[in-house]
């Protein structure tokens, strides 16, 4: 059976090196002939200027092994939105005549509709690139990044609530047919319907955030205060939810990291503790020799499949 | 005789349909409530309750026209609450 991509989410503030970890790593793996496509969820993006790319599409080919993507939420909204009003379109015919299209596009200023934009541009990204081995996600700064991840769980409750609310109406609805010895109307109820596909596909994207689900998510942080705190918040907020953090990636680390010692989080070994460097981490040639070094390699290999 | 037959079965009929809705009164009432409540969850935040996260009211909204109807029905017997409820359980 084939395999879902390996996904590997980066969070953490913004500046703290996000981007550039997620380029190393892929520049790293697809060097190791692994298919791998870096995303980039932050809709200030600036994946191609790391690798000098200048281009008008929102894709590149870097290489044979690597895809680089940049993703307009904006796009996104607009393109999901516009299934949203074919669909009412064809249940509400008498609406078509108003210029649905001009009325709804001002839902794209709906609070909430941001991360669902990029939730529903992860959707079409995991399938466009099931078929790779490694998928690297940048992703947005962390006010963002978080209500992206708790958009499933928290509309999930929303959509359990509604399904049991929608089953005791149907549930009053038949036993009045029944008294008035009426033939139950046999036709499935369209809304019960729409939500139970929704929880389903709710169920099967927070699935993909998990261990379980092939994923890992990782914070960058670097060695000063404001990150540190920034990180341990997000830390804590994942905690409360069922998705865990896999680690931590010490970025800038510097000589004086005991410090950080002193929040119990980061007792476990960082995952990956990298130096800044003495050169601009900037375009393909600089990334790969950086990422060549011993401690990232070690940190690579570890992504690396353990069976091959 | 026949038409005796026919006329108790009538009656017959018709006690047995009015037992039936006084039944099932209070209950499709109570299904009306539970169906406007439904509504106002899904649909609310369109009128300004905080309500369901926007692309679940999005992703409904194709399939409530007959909510939304019902909705703006109900605005009308909102402003007697008491008269629709002594009605339903058939006081005065």
Do not use: C
Not at chain 1, 74 to 90: F, G, P, V
Not at chain 1, 150 to 176: F, G, N, Y
Not at chain 1, 288 to 298: K, L, R
Not at chain 2, 6 to 23: C, D, E, H, P
């Amino acid at each position: 059976m084939k395999k879902d991509a390996r996904k590997i989410f980066y969070l953490g503030k913004g500046g703290a090196g996000k981007t550039t970890i997620a380029a190393l790593t892929a520049v790293a793996l697809s060097q190791k002939k692994y298919p791998t496509a870096l995303i980039s969820m932050d809709p200030a993006h600036n994946l191609f200027d790391i690798f000098q790319i200048q281009s008008t599409h929102t894709t590149v080919d870097l290489s044979a092994n690597l895809r680089l993507e940049e993703i307009d939420p904006a796009y996104w909204l607009k393109k999901y939105l516009k299934t949203i009003e074919e669909q009412i379109s064809r249940s509400y015919h008498y609406l078509t005549s108003l210029g649905l299209e001009k009325n709804l596009q001002i839902l794209r200023y709906a609070p909430g509709l941001e991360e669902y934009a990029l939730l529903y541009a992860y959707k079409a990204i995991s399938e466009k690139y099931a078929g790779y081995r490694y998928l690297i996600i940048d992703m947005p700064p962390t006010a963002l990044s978080l209500r992206f991840f708790a958009l499933p769980q928290l509309s999930q409750i929303w959509l359990e609530q509604l399904v049991k609310m929608r089953k005791t109406i149907l549930e009053k609805a038949k036993i009045i047919e029944n008294i008035h010895q009426k033939r139950a109307d046999e036709v499935p109820d369209r809304i019960l319907k729409k939500l139970n596909s929704l929880i389903e596909e709710n169920k099967k994207i927070y699935s993909q955030f998990s261990p379980e689900g092939n994923s890992s998510l990782y914070i960058v942080m670097n060695n000063d205060k404001l990150s540190v705190e920034e990180s341990v918040d997000i830390f804590e907020k994942f905690q409360t939810s069922a998705l865990t953090i896999s680690g931590f990636i010490l970025n800038k680390a510097g000589s004086a990291d005991e410090w950080l010692m002193t929040h119990k989080v980061f007792r476990q070994p960082f995952i990956l503790k990298l130096h800044e460097s003495s050169k601009t981490l900037i375009g393909l040639e600089m990334l790969s020799e950086f990422s060549s070094g011993t401690a990232f390699q070690t940190y690579i290999s570890d992504l690396m499949p353990k069976n091959e | 005789m026949d038409k005796l037959i026919v006329f108790l079965r009538r009656k017959f009929q018709f006690l047995n349909n009015l037992t039936r809705r006084q039944a099932t009164g209070i209950l499709e009432w109570e299904r009306s409530e539970l169906e406007n409540i439904f509504s106002l969850l899904v649909l609310g935040s369109f009128i300004g309750l905080p309500g369901t996260p926007t692309q679940i009211t999005l992703e409904l909204l194709p399939y409530m026209e007959k909510d939304l109807i019902r909705m703006v029905n109900k605005v009308q017997t909102a402003s007697g609450p008491v008269s629709e409820l002594f009605s339903n359980l058939s006081v005065g």
